[in-house]
């Protein structure tokens, strides 16, 4: 019979700190945890009683690789508290914004964090002696989406431009077809991107959940839309608590979700399950290629689902361009602001999956209340239960080999810890090492 | 890709105290400036991506606050390889990432200019407020002449191991 004792103390390769905790004895699962140690970061008690003007600065500060992402999210939050609608040129740029940030976190996560699993290395920099034109070829595709960025927010990270109502700044005709050419330049890569992945073997490993995303009629949604459960509930934003329904637990600085099961995913593989009728052709073509079909249940093809929202998003920013072109930029000041008490909600598909932001603003401008849901917080429940369906399968392997399966299965989540905490290290408790 | 002869990158986030001594030395060197060919970037608190900033130029000076284990406002030249990477494999991460992982990216891909000079000044303090301390403050104008006499001299191909001469050269030099 199996012991295992499994410790993985700080599990690299993601963003924070985690730890994952493993004990199996006489091959009985006792123990299985996924414990978050980043140290909570109360965001939502900064916010209180800072004028609302400030909160999108504040919370895109919660992450830098997704900040466009919260800052879009708080905008929505101020902006359905307050009444205020976008124009269509802001939503557009918004939009533009967005695919540019969901490149840059899919790029960096694929190439740089997932891929030397792939090649049997403990990182990027001996991939980068072995495989160079594989490296130099992710540095480029950031460096065009970083700049995609700077081009809408004003800057790569922690956009500025970006305020309640529309921007402070908008980009140049000229500016946006550079950019264009050069995301026309990068559907190459897309394509060298989609192979390299064909090429990588992921481990097989089943379990059936239940993913949300949000949805939208006419596009495979990021900004905005309904709470959509592939366990066929609907819900309108406001509704989120329903969906969320967070928990403390003593092993974790970050609270954990359910709603219809045991627990659910959110991300890539999510959306995917959730919207892929709503993928561009050419993602589909790469989904098709790289074998991934609805409804997928195999938690590593997580990252097989990003490398295909890269090929949508490449396409849905050249759309955009194209459209943004065609209208032509407008100068246009931000609506004016009438300040009431008021509560509002907004929520995006950041990279990582769905994000809540939850605002309570009172009558003289300022912040009374928030409430921030991420991602990484919603799939820590899930990640777990993968976990604890995992491990009988291997207890006949080498610890190592253990080890190595539990910390790909938490990376391929693409978890952002410091985002969660208010997560990874794997620890095989006990004395006794490996099988027997 | 950016081309030209001669990059001078300046590193560092102002708003950390002595951290902010490379976008000072930029600003000075931009005032004073700079022959043709050279390009003077601030590259702010720039991660892996700065390979790409480096990629394409025959040299790179870059300018930085480092660990030196001396008196504040020290400086020292040297080469890349040390400007060490502690427990790099191990704790490698996005929000980690700086210079020296850079470094030794651009070295892993075989991209790095052919000469790649540092020079790393010791910070007084990098705490949570802008400005310079008055030790780091002075050292701005010595370091941008040494970079002008640099720029000036012809360039060594191999070169020296370094081209120190303001203070003792740190055998622990490690950049921050």
């Known amino acids: 019979m199996g012991t295992l004792h499994v410790g993985v103390h700080y599990i690299t390769r993601v963003e924070g700190h985690g730890h994952i905790v493993v004990d199996v004895a006489n091959g009985t699962l006792q123990r299985c945890d996924l414990e978050i140690v980043e140290t909570p970061r109360f965001f939502e008690a900064m916010l209180r009683g800072r004028p609302y003007t400030e909160a999108s600065h504040i919370t895109s500060r919660i992450c830098g690789i997704c900040a466009v992402g919260h800052a879009t999210t708080s905008l929505q939050a101020t902006e359905a508290a307050l009444g205020i609608v976008p124009s269509e040129q802001t939503q557009l740029l918004r939009k533009l914004n967005f695919f540019g940030e969901i490149l840059d976190s899919h790029i960096l996560h694929v190439y740089m964090l997932v891929a030397p699993d792939f090649f049997g290395v403990g990182s990027v920099f001996p991939l980068a002696s072995t495989h160079p034109e594989v490296v130099l070829r992710a ?66 490993f089943e379990r059936e959940t239940e993913y949300i995303a949000l949805r939208q009629p006419d596009e495979y949604a990021f900004i905005g839309g309904t709470i959509t459960s592939t366990d066929g509930f609907e819900y309108p934003i406001s509704a989120y608590r329903q969906v969320t329904n967070e928990t403390l637990l003593p092993h974790s600085t970050a609270k954990h979700t359910r709603h219809n099961r045991e627990s659910y995913m959110v991300g890539a593989l999510a959306r995917f399950n959730v919207n892929h009728d709503k993928l561009h052709p050419r993602a589909q073509a790469a989904a098709a290629a790289l074998g991934l079909k609805p409804l997928c249940t195999n938690p590593y093809m997580n990252s097989v689902a990003q490398v295909v929202e890269i090929a949508h998003c490449v396409e849905e920013a050249l759309n955009l361009i194209d459209r943004l072109l065609v209208r032509g930029i407008q100068p246009e000041e931000p609506p004016p602001v009438e300040v009431r008490a008021g509560e509002g909600v907004g929520a995006c598909e950041v990279p990582r999956g769905t994000l809540y932001h939850h605002y309570w603003i009172g009558e003289d401008g300022r912040i009374t209340g928030a409430n921030c849901i991420i991602p990484t917080g919603q799939n820590l429940a899930n990640i777990e239960a993968d976990m604890r369906a995992l491990v009988p399968t291997l207890l006949d392997r080498p610890q190592d080999e253990v080890r190595q399966a539990l910390e790909m299965l938490v990376r391929a989540y693409d978890p952002c810890i410091s985002c969660s905490t208010h997560m990874l290290e794997v620890s095989f408790v006990g004395a006794t090492q490996g099988n027997s | 890709m950016a081309m030209g002869d001669t990059l001078i990158l300046g590193l560092g986030n102002p708003l950390r105290g002595d951290d902010g001594l490379g976008p000072a030395v930029v600003e000075w060197l931009r005032r004073q400036g700079l022959p043709p060919g050279t390009v003077v970037i601030d590259g702010g608190t720039g991660g892996l991506d700065l390979v790409l900033t480096m990629m394409g130029y025959r040299r790179v000076l870059i300018v930085d606050a480092a660990e030196l284990g001396r008196a504040p406002g020290a400086w020292a030249c040297f080469r890349p390889d040390l400007a060490r990477v502690e427990t790099m494999e191990a704790a490698f991460s996005m929000h980690q990432a700086g210079l020296a992982e850079a470094l030794a990216l651009g070295a892993a891909l075989r991209v790095l200019p052919e000469e790649v000079v540092i020079f790393g000044v010791q910070p007084a303090q990098t705490g949570w407020a802008p400005g310079l301390s008055a030790e780091v403050q002075a050292v701005v104008p010595v370091v941008g002449q040494e970079i002008l006499r640099t720029l000036a001299s012809s360039p060594q191909v191999g070169g020296r191991d370094r081209y120190e001469t303001g203070s003792e050269y740190g055998e622990d030099s490690d950049h921050r």
């Open chain 1, 139 to 204: 540095l480029r595709m950031k460096k065009l989406a970083g700049d995609l960025c700077a081009a809408i927010g004003g800057r790569h990270t922690h956009p500025i431009t970006l305020t309640i109502g529309g921007f402070t700044h908008l980009p140049r005709a000229d500016e946006l077809e550079k950019l264009g050419a050069r995301l026309e330049a990068m559907r190459a890569d897309v394509d060298a991107t989609v192979e390299l992945f064909q090429s990588l073997k992921l481990p097989q």
